[in-house]
């Protein structure tokens, strides 16, 4: 999701109280600092300016693509 898109369901769904002259920018370098490093719990999607995933969902999205299909025996 943008950073735009998370901040209109955080407003939508009264997730956290807003505040402040810029919550999109606030919103903005949050996400930012927190897609660094390994710590850091959102990942910034390559190639695409402003949008992230959680890294839990993103990890378990990609998993299925990783794995290598189990071989039938007959």
Known sequence: MSHKEILQVIQRERLKEI????????????????????????????????VYTLKVSWTQRNLLYCVPKAKKII
């Open 19 to 50: 505040s402040g002259t810029s919550p999109l920018a606030c919103l903005n370098a949050m996400l930012h600092t927190n897609s660094r490093g390994e710590e850091g719990i959102f990942y910034k999607v390559p190639g695409r300016m402003g």
